[in-house]
């Protein structure tokens, strides 16, 4: 377990430093983030305070209050959330937070109620059409956003995929949907710059990630030409495939959030995407026992730890490059 906790802090993808002189987009799971009253329209009546996690104000303004410090520490220019609950959730999180974010938030069909929002610096992003697409093997409708990340413009794709407690055909339907709808963005503009981001609940080199999305590493020289469809790239996949990761399951660590651009956000002009990291501080993780070095999650099961969430926040940053 010490050497567990030692990849962690020594992973030369985690970050541990302030954010540098590019634009930071990240992504990050706050693990069953529900505010404390009943909705007779999902399933959530375990988070109630007569419910099975006594779930009360207390515990909520604590979670809020972690939530807030991850986004404040993190300093994100554009950050992806998944399970939030409702809007009502983002306003209170958004008033916890030192940072000043607008956010793009809208509900999904997902039976617990959990939803994807987007939180955006506005002097840096300016946000146009915001759409849901829903299909096969979704639990919850993807959130794409175009807009213009500091005057260029930019489509971001927000997904949360089904777990893995689901069969992975399941996951490979929620992969194919996610596909087809890159594919609908880029063949009407082939130089789109593309992200597509969010909890996949799957590793970028799994053979589903491959298979439907062409995951490769912006590094690699063999380009878009020798596949069928056009790949997404993403700087996380070398150091996915050594260990290293934002989920820790059995003394392992998957990185199952993570985030991927299409060819045109790979080369310049303009913003391209440089590099990436698992987001982490010791005070997110268990410092104790025996799951020490493991994220410090908010439940294990149905016992309450007080803890961030059961992932760590995964970011990229794209910097601004001269033509070729």
């Known amino acids: 377990m010490k050497y567990f ?65 991850v986004i404040d ?8 959330l998944t399970e939030i609950e409702n809007e009502s959730v983002l306003r209170d999180l958004m008033l916890a937070t030192s940072s000043d974010y607008n956010y793009i938030h809208r509900h999904t069909s997902d039976r617990r109620g959990m939803d994807i929002a987007l939180l955006y610096r506005g002097s840096l992003f300016f946000p146009g059409r915001v759409r849901q697409i829903a299909g096969p093997g979704l639990p919850r409708e993807l959130l794409v956003v175009d807009g213009l990340l500091d005057g260029e413009p930019l489509t971001l794709i927000g997904a949360h995929l089904p777990s893995q407690l689901n069969r992975a055909s399941y996951r ?34 799994s053979a589903e990630a491959v298979r439907e999305l062409g995951i490769r590493d912006p590094a690699d020289t063999v380009r878009e030409g ?3 469809r056009v790949p997404l790239y993403t700087p996380l996949l070398g150091p996915s495939r050594r260990g290293f990761g934002s989920y820790a399951y059995r003394d392992r660590r998957f990185l199952y959030d993570w985030i991927a651009a299409s060819p045109a956000a790979t080369r ?20 104790s026992g025996p799951f020490k070095g493991y994220p410090l999650r908010t439940f294990r099961s149905r016992e309450y730890l007080g803890g961030y969430s059961d992932h760590l926040p995964v970011y990229v940053e794209l910097e601004a490059s001269e033509p070729e």
């Open 5 to 69: 906790l030692l990849i962690w802090m020594l992973c030369p993808l985690a970050s541990l430093h302030a954010a540098g002189p590019g634009i930071r987009i990240a992504c990050y799971n706050a693990e069953s983030l529900h505010d404390t009253i009943p909705d007779r329209l999902i399933d959530d009546g375990d988070y109630t305070p007569r419910g099975a996690r006594q779930w009360n104000g207390e515990r909520y303004r604590l979670k809020i209050g972690h939530i807030a410090r």
């Open 73 to 80: 520490e993190l300093d994100a220019d554009l950050l992806l």
């Open 172 to 205: 490979l339907r929620a992969l194919g949907t996610l596909r087809k709808a890159v594919d609908s963005i880029l063949r009407r503009d082939p130089d789109r710059k593309l992200l597509v981001m969010g909890d996949m609940n799957c590793t970028p080199q």
């Open 226 to 228: 020798t596949y069928r």
């Open 268 to 287: 310049g002009p303009g913003l391209r995407l440089s590099h990436g990291g698992v987001f982490v501080r010791d005070w997110m993780l268990h410092s």
